[in-house]
């Protein structure tokens, strides 16, 4: 199915979706807490004894086993299990582009609570962290320290935080969902956290002007990720995004990866050598001119993983656990 198609599909969709989720979406309640501004200076997580970069380099072969995207767009929505998604009718839209386009059957989190699967997906280690703590600093390299090195750029989009670089906490917005900030040579290095860590706002602007970064992790607020809301609400904001961000892409010439998932299930299932109780079993979706349409992928992935195949697609050393053969490539989807 060509991109126009789905775009087609999804305006016709949005309007109905949307008015589900104007009619189901709960009231958030502010917390108690005020908002915090600044962080105390507090003791950083140092990198584990083994040396945090593996020396193992991605394949070298003639046929690329991860195509070089322009475009890596990655959409984290919260705490839903694979059969809570698949299959329900509250999220019609993720559902067809799992028909049409590429659906991962088995991929799990690496573990609860939800602030050690961010911090993994891009740097290959939760470092010990195994709480949603706002002053767990890392001083360890990342997925955009290796994207920077190899002169490509990148951005996070963070619905609803108020500023660029933010830290703490907002009724809607929380740090927990933003690993960038947690890790000392983005947050210490201030203009490159604000250069890059930004509001969901400034996505449209880049989109206009036509400056998207080649790595996007687009993040919704508390509401439109399921976290505090029903799936109907979530899907609604998904086709919305799609319909202005998939045409910028085409424009861009067509070879990008969009890749929706959920941070972590409701259960404790496992894989690749995980911990027997780990993240629980999450839904991926891959939508791509480059990727199988109707294909399901049933080999087990991990966040470590997705770090890899991307690392894969750009050339760039494998960070942590991703670099363990347990936490396969992801190869099989692509045309």
């Not at 709960?26 to 584990?48: E, R």
């Not at 004894?49 to 193992?56: D, L, R, S």
């Not at 930004?198 to 970064?213: G, H």
Request: proline content about 8%.
């Amino acid at each position: 199915m060509t991109s126009t198609i789905i775009k087609n599909i999804l305006l016709l969709s949005f309007g109905f979706v949307s008015l589900l989720a104007c009619m189901s979406a709960p009231a958030l309640t502010p917390t108690s807490a005020p908002f915090l501004t600044t962080v105390t200076q507090v003791p950083t997580f140092a990198p584990p004894t083994q040396a945090t970069i593996n020396t193992v380099s991605p394949s070298a072969t003639s046929i690329p086993l991860v195509p070089n995207f322009e475009h890596i767009v990655v959409v984290m929505f919260e705490n839903k299990e694979f059969g809570s998604v698949i299959g329900n009718s509250l999220m019609p839209n993720y559902n067809r582009l799992a028909r049409e386009y590429t659906l991962l059957t088995q991929y799990y989190a690496v573990t609860h609570p939800s602030l050690p699967n961010y911090i993994a997906f891009i740097s290959g280690d939760t470092y010990g962290i195994d709480r949603n703590c706002n002053d767990c600093f890392i001083d360890a390299p990342s997925l955009p320290d290796l994207i920077e090195a190899s002169g490509r750029t990148w951005k996070t989009y963070q619905e609803d935080m108020p500023s660029p670089c933010y830290l703490g906490d907002t009724h809607i917005y929380v740090q927990k969902h933003n690993p960038f900030v947690y890790f000392d040579s983005i947050r210490l290095d201030f203009a490159r956290c604000e250069r890059s860590v930004v509001p969901l706002t400034a996505l449209q602007t880049d989109i206009e002007t036509d400056s998207l970064p080649n790595f996007m992790f687009i993040k919704p607020n508390l509401c439109n990720d399921s976290h505090d809301c029903e799936l109907n609400i979530s899907d609604a904001w998904l086709t919305n995004l799609l319909v202005g961000l998939v045409p910028a892409l085409d424009a861009s010439g067509g070879s990008y990866l969009l890749v929706m998932l959920f941070e972590e299930g409701q259960g404790n299932h496992s894989c690749c050598g995980l911990s027997l109780e780990a993240g629980g079993r999450v839904p991926v979706v891959l939508y791509s001119p480059l990727v199988k349409n109707g294909f399901e992928d049933s080999n087990p992935y991990t966040h470590y993983s997705m770090l890899k195949t991307i690392s894969e697609a750009w050339g760039l050393p494998y960070l942590g656990h991703a670099a363990e053969d347990n936490h396969a490539l992801i190869v099989a989807p692509w045309k």
